[in-house]
């Protein structure tokens, strides 16, 4: 499958917006409780925050992302470890007790680990090529 780099750099764009966006929106601009109520270790306010300097990180490679293949890959292992820290945290918590104090902490926790698988797969395909292309 051949992904133009014009596409590529849509991707970057899309991961970093879902980090800011998603954190701003689910956390209503981190005055959301609920979240670091229930994994206060990763999504406190300081996690949520560094969520988003993550996704800024995304966004500033967005189109110098084939200089920087080490850093990819570095957001590659970022989005794995989220990925299985959420998948851990869910074969350990009921999310429907989430639902039942807030809605969107319960969104926030359904979805933001397939979030980080996506672009765990993403990042990984982009280091990958990058790396072929040297």
Same mark, same amino acid.
């Given at each position: 499958m051949k992904i133009q780099d014009k596409t /590529?750099?849509?991707?970057? /764009?899309?991961?970093?917006?879902?980090?800011?966006?998603?954190?701003?929106t689910?956390?209503?601009f981190f005055t959301n409780s609920t979240i670091?109520?229930?994994?206060?270790?990763?999504?406190?306010?300081f996690g949520l925050v560094m969520i988003v300097i993550w996704g800024l990180a995304y966004i500033a490679i967005a189109k *110098?992302?084939?200089?920087?293949?080490?850093?990819?890959?570095?957001?590659?292992?970022?989005?794995?470890?989220?990925?299985?820290?959420?998948a851990k945290w869910l074969m350990n918590n009921d999310l429907?007790? /989430?639902?039942?104090? *807030?809605n969107m902490a319960g969104i926030f926790y359904t979805i933001y680990g397939a979030n980080d698988?996506?672009?765990?797969i993403f990042f990984s395909f982009v280091f990958i090529r990058t790396l072929a292309r040297k």
């Open positions: /590529i750099t849509y991707g970057f /764009i899309a991961a970093g917006l879902m980090n800011i966006g998603g954190v701003l689910f956390s209503r670091a109520e229930f994994d206060p270790a990763v999504m406190s306010n *110098d992302f084939e200089k920087v293949n080490w850093l990819v890959a570095v957001f590659a292992i970022e989005k794995l470890i989220y990925g299985f820290v959420w429907a007790a /989430i639902y039942a104090e *807030d698988w996506l672009f765990f």
